[in-house]
Each structure stands twice: as structure tokens, then as C-alpha cells.
């Protein structure tokens, strides 16, 4: 084959470089998972790129044809030192000759990085040190924009970590306390528990009355009050007063007061341990009408029809929200929640009516309507349907302004109001079947803000796919878990793929020091330059970990480590149920204040 022309090399600083340097340089800088994925990968970098490097004020770029193919072939495990220069690299010398500054050194030319010194040498990327070592480089997202961002850092784990300490106490009590023995749990306790006292109390009472059993009007009360604290345990209201109030807590009190307060979202308890304590009651209830059915004493089907229905839904209710069911079908468990609970209420006004014109037609009984009034059930029920209706009241549907960030997140924007950080905000397509929740993020000029949405699902998919132009809102934003981290002085945040969303929420308003650890796949890529910078303006040491380039880490030293290297008092982690578990569990069981979501928060 005739030899050809051979263009002048390109002048980069005293260094040359032909297509094979260029494509060397490219492959030895991925990952071998990437450089397994071959030319046609998006991820790859091949001579096409421009390579930037500014000289005499000028930014001069490579063009393809500029470039020598040659055959000579590369393999970073196989460098070295002197096969480095003969291939025309720079190495540690050409450097010293120059008083160029490099984070390389002969054992990295050894191990294969002396690609690393090319990059730095002709100023396409510049190469960042984590704050943990080894040095790595973060990678663009864009084809269009190939050059890279030197204003955050992708990190790895580090070698050095500090050692976990031994977890507390014994497997079989560490397991009980923090999986069967939550505040969750103790919580359902103690509301379930103090119920039952009361039950058992009334039925011994009156085991020997005529007719048998306590009376039904007090049973009915007993049931509608445990409803009632179900519902207000529930409401938007009541949640943003209670952490209004737990978040007053000063910083100069014990951190032991300050664990506990911390752990107010799990004040669902409250509301599952009312709601299971409210169906036995209603069980009670259905046996004692029954039996005043059965014996005669009082001939009145409507009630008994009534009662039974009603009994039905409670129960469908309860069982369709046990974890198991729940997390199954989600879409189930929220319709047979929505509907059969606004059924419920519907046929307890119903069944009130009924229970007051039988009193009322007694010998010397008050009016249909003083017997009604003198109900404590109806008052209660009048509270009730009040707060059902009231998120219904404040449905619209507001503009939204989508921002595809890649084929995994969106970020879709808002206008229609203002709003603080650190709330969660329930958004729809169609507000009768299913509502989402997810955290607002504060613009900067505060007169908008905006929401991070991931794939997970057919709905989440659906928006990044087919991206709405405007979404069913109803009631007002709810305060999230991340609001207690304000009581403590230090903070480190634990977070995965768009849980950087709430996170993000609570960096950019938080008025302590605060860490960040962040490991997801491809982070500037899935969630766009805009994110990133967010992210480093609010924590320029934040740890982000690209999973597609060094795996999933062990997010539990990981946080120990920040844990310790900060100084903090607590550790918050926003991530997948099952992760979230996990850490939350790890460090609590050696004693570090850890929190996080839990499947009824």
C-alpha cells in the first residue's frame, strides 16, 4: 500500500498526537466494563472529539484529519514508563522539564495512567482529586459539550476507611429492637394496647347487663373517635404543625431529646394503630346490633344491613394496607383506601340517622334532631367528612413545565406558587386514580420551584416519555422527613439515584454543616450539569459516586466515614426502601443517630 501524505502534527504544547494516541488515550481512561461496550457505545470517546487547549489566547481544536493512524496498539495494564515515551507520552520528566504540576507519578505510569498526564498536558479535561484518593476523572453527558466541568468531583470509595465499630448488643434483642420494636411499631402499640384496656374494661362491666353488652351508642362513639385520630393523624395541617413544633427544638439540647424528637415521622403508627383499634371496636359494635336483631329486642334490618356494609369496608381497608398487600399493588391499596373510606363515611351518616330515629321513637325519647345533636358520634363524623373534603376544596390544575434531563429523570417545573424547601408536593394526571409525591426544590428566586422525577414505574415513565404540560395538584405541600435533620448540628446526607431530589431540597435552605454522599449511575448524564452544580453549590466536598464506573458501593462505611470525618450527630439517607433499611439499620446499631423513610411516612 502506497504511503500517505503525512500532515504536520498538531502543535499542542510540545506534544503530538496520531488517532492511535488519541483512541489509547480515550480507552485507557474507561472503565473496562466501558471499553468492553465497543465503538458504537454512547459512552465512548473516539477522535471525533475536539480537544481544547488554549494557547496565545487562541483555542485551538483537532480535526480528524489532522490525525495519523497508525497500528500501534495499547493496553494500560501493560504500561510503562519507558513504552510510554516511545509512544510519544509524556511522562513524569517532560513534566519536571516544564514545572508542570501533575497528581500522577511514575508507579501511576506503571499502573497505566499515563494518559492521565497526556490529558493535563494538552488541557482537554481537567483532572480533579476527590477528597479520598484514588484520582479519577468525571466524564461528559453531552456529545455536544466534550469538554468537562471542573466544578464538581466524581468520587470513589476509598481504600482507607475507618474501621465499622461492633454493633450493640446481642443479634436476637438488635433484631427485635430495630425491626419488630420501632417507634413505628411502638407507637401502633401503644394505641392499639390502650384501646383494648378500655374494651376488655366496658365488657366486664357489663356482662350481666339486659340487653347484653355495653351500650351501643358508646361503642359507636369508640369506634368514630379512633376514626377520627386516624384521619387528623393524616391531615396536611396537623402534619406541618407537628414538625413545626418538633423542629423548634433548640440545638443546645441533648442530643438524646433531639434523637427521639427526630424520629416524628413515624406518627403513622398513630394512624394504623386508631384505625385497627377503630375496626375491633366496630366489631363489637356489628355483634351487640346482631344480637338485639336476633333476639328481638329491636327489629331494625336497615341498621343491621348498614352495619355490615360498613364492616366490610374497614375491614377491606385494613387488610389491603397491610405492608405486604400494600407494596404488592399500590394502585389497589390507594383506591381501596380513597373510595372505600369515602364510602365508610357516607354510610356511618347514614347509619347515625338510623340508630337516632329508632332512640327517638321511644316513649318519652328527645326529637329525631335533639337526638342527633346529642350524639357524640355525629360531631365526630361532622369532623371527619370536614377534613375528607378539605385537600378536595384546593384541586386545580396548574401549568407545568417539563425539563427531560435523560430517558431515566425529568424535572418538571412550576410557577403557580411559592413554596419553602423541604416539602413534598402530591401531583396527578388524573386526580381520581392515582396521586404522587414527591420534593420541592426552591428556584433561587423563590418565586418558582421545581420537582425531580425518576423511572420508577409506568407512571414515572410515562412523564419522562411523554412529558405533561400540566398536572392535578390538591391540598398544600406536606413537610418531609428531611425537616427534623434542622435540629442537629451537623448532618451528613445519604442518598441514591433521585432521592437527590428531597436531599437537593434540603441543601440548598439548611442552616447547618452539612455532607453529602450521592451514588447513582452516570450522575451528570441522567441528571443534567444544572443538577450537578446544584448539588456541588451546596456541598463542594459532596461524595458522588458514579456506580457505572466503580460499582455500588458500601453505603454503610461510606457513611460512617463522612459520619466520623465531619464530626456529625446524624446521618439521614433518602433511597430505595430496602438501602434505606439497610443503612438506617447499620449505623443505628452502633449507636449513630440514623434516619430515614419508612414504608407509611
Given at each position: 500500500m502506497a504511503q500517505q501524505s503525512r500532515p504536520e502534527p498538531l502543535d499542542l504544547g510540545k506534544t503530538s498526537i496520531n488517532s492511535s494516541t488519541a483512541d489509547s488515550l480515550a480507552t485507557a481512561m474507561e472503565s473496562p466494563a466501558e471499553r468492553s461496550q465497543g465503538a458504537s457505545s454512547p459512552d465512548s470517546y473516539h477522535t471525533t472529539h475536539q480537544i481544547n487547549n488554549t494557547t496565545d489566547g487562541e483555542n485551538i481544536k483537532a480535526d480528524p484529519s489532522d490525525l495519523i493512524v497508525t497500528d500501534v496498539s495499547f493496553r494500560a495494564e501493560t504500561m510503562t514508563t519507558t513504552k510510554a515515551s516511545s509512544l510519544g507520552y509524556p511522562?513524569?520528566?517532560?513534566?519536571?522539564?516544564?514545572?508542570?504540576?501533575?497528581?500522577?507519578?511514575?508507579?501511576?505510569?506503571?499502573?497505566?495512567?499515563?494518559?492521565?498526564?497526556?490529558?493535563?498536558?494538552?488541557?482537554?479535561?481537567?483532572?480533579?482529586?476527590?477528597?479520598?484518593?484514588?484520582?479519577?476523572?468525571?466524564?461528559?453527558?453531552?456529545?455536544?459539550?466534550?469538554?468537562?466541568?471542573?466544578?464538581?468531583?466524581?468520587?470513589?470509595?476509598p481504600v482507607d476507611m475507618p474501621k465499622l465499630p461492633v454493633k450493640r448488643e446481642r443479634r436476637i434483642w438488635r433484631g427485635l429492637r430495630h425491626n419488630f420494636f420501632t417507634v413505628y411499631q411502638r407507637l401502633f402499640a401503644i394505641c392499639f394496647i390502650a384501646n383494648m384496656i378500655a374494651f376488655v374494661i366496658l365488657l366486664a362491666q357489663n356482662r350481666y347487663s339486659k340487653p347484653w353488652g355495653p351500650d351501643r351508642g358508646g361503642i359507636a362513639t369508640a369506634a368514630a373517635s379512633n376514626i377520627l385520630a386516624a384521619f387528623l393523624i393524616r391531615q396536611e395541617n396537623v402534619i406541618n404543625s407537628l414538625y413545626a413544633v418538633c423542629c423548634a427544638t433548640p440545638s443546645w439540647f441533648p442530643l438524646r431529646f433531639r434523637r427521639i424528637v427526630a424520629k416524628l415521622y413515624h406518627f403513622g403508627g398513630v394512624h394504623s394503630g386508631c384505625a385497627v383499634s377503630?375496626?375491633?371496636?366496630?366489631?363489637?359494635?356489628?355483634?351487640?346490633?346482631?344480637?338485639d336483631y336476633t333476639s328481638g329486642d329491636r327489629n331494625q334490618p336497615g341498621v343491621v344491613a348498614v352495619t355490615y356494609v360498613l364492616l366490610a369496608l374497614f375491614l377491606s381497608i385494613c387488610i389491603f394496607a397491610i405492608p405486604k398487600f400494600r407494596i404488592f399493588s399500590h394502585n389497589t391499596f390507594e383506591a381501596v383506601h380513597r373510595f372505600a373510606g369515602w364510602i365508610a363515611v357516607g354510610l356511618f351518616w347514614v347509619l347515625i340517622l338510623l340508630v337516632s330515629k329508632a332512640a327517638s321513637d321511644l316513649p318519652g325519647a328527645?326529637?329525631?334532631?335533639?337526638?342527633?345533636?346529642?350524639?357524640?358520634?355525629?360531631?365526630?363524623?361532622?369532623?371527619?367528612?370536614?377534613?375528607?373534603?378539605?385537600?378536595?376544596?384546593?384541586?386545580?390544575k396548574v401549568e407545568a413545565f417539563p425539563e427531560v434531563l435523560s430517558s431515566h429523570a425529568i424535572r418538571i417545573h412550576f410557577k403557580y406558587m411559592k413554596i419553602g424547601p423541604?416539602?413534598?408536593?402530591?401531583?396527578?394526571?388524573?386526580?381520581?386514580?392515582?396521586?404522587?409525591?414527591?420534593?420541592?426544590?426552591?428556584?433561587?428566586?423563590?418565586?418558582?420551584?421545581?420537582?425531580?422525577?425518576?423511572?420508577?414505574?409506568?407512571?414515572?415513565?410515562?412523564?419522562?416519555?411523554?412529558?405533561?404540560?400540566?398536572?392535578?395538584?390538591?391540598?398544600?405541600?406536606?413537610?418531609?422527613?428531611l425537616r427534623m435533620a434542622i435540629v442537629f448540628r451537623r448532618v451528613v446526607m445519604v442518598t441514591t439515584g433521585s432521592g437527590i431530589g428531597p436531599v437537593l431540597s434540603m441543601l440548598v435552605s439548611h442552616p447547618m454543616p452539612c455532607r453529602l454522599l450521592w451514588s447513582t449511575p452516570?450522575?451528570?448524564?441522567?441528571?443534567?450539569?444544572?443538577?450537578?452544580?446544584?448539588?456541588?453549590?451546596?456541598?463542594?466536598?459532596?461524595?458522588?459516586?458514579?456506580?457505572?464506573?466503580?460499582?455500588?458501593?458500601?453505603?454503610?462505611?461510606?457513611?460512617?466515614?463522612?459520619?466520623?470525618?465531619?464530626?456529625?450527630?446524624?446521618?439521614?439517607?433518602?433511597?430505595?426502601?430496602?438501602?434505606?433499611?439497610?443503612?438506617?439499620?447499620?449505623?443505628?446499631?452502633?449507636?449513630?443517630p440514623a434516619y430515614g423513610p419508612i414504608w407509611d411516612s
Open positions: 511522562t513524569e520528566n517532560m513534566f519536571e522539564d516544564e514545572s508542570i504540576t501533575s497528581g500522577s507519578s511514575s508507579d501511576d505510569l506503571e499502573k497505566g495512567m499515563a494518559p492521565v498526564l497526556v490529558q493535563q498536558q494538552i488541557g482537554a479535561n481537567e483532572i480533579e482529586k476527590s477528597d479520598i484518593e484514588p484520582t479519577v476523572r468525571e466524564r461528559g453527558s453531552h456529545a455536544a459539550n466534550s469538554s468537562y466541568n471542573s466544578s464538581w468531583r466524581i468520587s470513589v470509595p377503630a375496626t375491633v371496636w366496630f366489631i363489637l359494635f356489628t355483634a351487640l346490633i346482631t344480637n328527645d326529637s329525631f334532631g335533639m337526638t342527633v345533636v346529642k350524639s357524640p358520634a355525629f360531631w365526630i363524623l361532622l369532623v371527619i367528612t370536614f377534613f375528607t373534603i378539605l385537600p378536595w376544596l384546593r384541586l386545580r423541604i416539602l413534598g408536593l402530591r401531583i396527578s394526571d388524573n386526580p381520581l386514580k392515582e396521586w404522587h409525591a414527591f420534593a420541592s426544590i426552591p428556584a433561587p428566586d423563590g418565586q418558582s420551584f421545581s420537582l425531580i422525577v425518576s423511572d420508577a414505574g409506568d407512571w414515572t415513565k410515562r412523564q419522562i416519555m411523554e412529558p405533561a404540560h400540566a398536572y392535578w395538584v390538591r391540598g398544600i405541600p406536606i413537610t418531609g422527613v452516570n450522575p451528570e448524564k441522567t441528571y443534567g450539569e444544572n443538577i450537578m452544580e446544584s448539588v456541588c453549590k451546596a456541598d463542594p466536598d459532596a461524595m458522588i459516586i458514579n456506580t457505572r464506573a466503580s460499582g455500588r458501593p458500601d453505603m454503610v462505611a461510606l457513611a460512617y466515614h463522612l459520619y466520623i470525618q465531619s464530626n456529625a450527630e446524624a446521618v439521614f439517607c433518602i433511597s430505595n426502601p430496602s438501602l434505606t433499611r439497610k443503612v438506617v439499620y447499620g449505623l443505628e446499631s452502633r449507636g449513630i
